[in-house]
């Protein structure tokens, strides 16, 4: 009974539009409106600036950091439980009830699985990863990919789990999904690069 109840909380708890509240609520703003039209923080960066995107990426990290660390560090069900209640914030947020499953792209709620799984060691290394990708290509969906590999990478070498084999792939399956149109763009690398490569070169 309590791993149907994890489950339940750790969905609602994701499912919360923190960024799309914030925007309605603060600026005034359906964020919606703005980039790419999806209701997460980087849309209410650019709606109303780099500090309520913040207080938005804190808010939408929690919401699933919370209830999967709890369960992870003071329940631990069994793994199909545990990876199921794990993975349920992000598709919380992904398919969100409260916006008819228009959910945003579950970038922030990752990084809280992750921070709820292993601390912070999982989401240093995918920022990292995710920071050195985006200097690199245009293609965000390539991005998200190429650095939810290196974190794969990581967990296999270092921390060869079947909980966090089990979540790092369904995780991933999730990000594929959510990019899906990206993946129909080719993979650019940034101009910026390309002319630091060129003078580079012509030294």
């Given amino acids: ?74 329940d631990r069900p069994s793994l199909p439980w545990m990876a199921a209640i794990a993975v349920a914030p992000a598709l919380g947020h992904a398919f969100s009830p409260f916006l008819r499953g228009k959910g945003g792209k579950a970038i922030a709620s990752i990084f809280g699985v992750w921070t709820g799984l292993t601390l912070f060691e999982a989401p240093l290394i995918l920022g990292a990863a995710m920071g050195l990708f985006y200097l690199i290509f245009e293609n965000s969906g390539w991005v998200v990919v190429f650095s939810e590999g290196v974190l794969g990478a990581f967990l296999w070498l270092y921390h060869p789990d079947w909980l966090l084999g089990v979540v790092w792939v369904l995780l991933l399956v999730l990000s594929i999904w959510k990019h899906r149109a990206d993946f129909s763009k080719p993979l650019l690398v940034r101009a910026s690069l390309k002319r630091l490569y060129t003078r580079l070169k012509d030294l």
């Fill in 1 to 74: 009974m309590n791993e149907w109840l994890w489950l339940a909380l750790a969905f609602l708890s994701g499912s919360v539009p923190y960024s799309l509240l914030l925007g309605k609520i603060l600026l005034n703003r359906d964020i919606r409106r703005f980039g790419d039209g999806n209701p997460g923080a980087t849309n209410l960066v650019r709606a109303g600036g780099g500090w309520w995107g913040g207080l938005a990426i804190l808010l939408d990290g929690l919401k699933a950091a919370v209830p999967v660390g709890w369960v992870y560090w003071f």
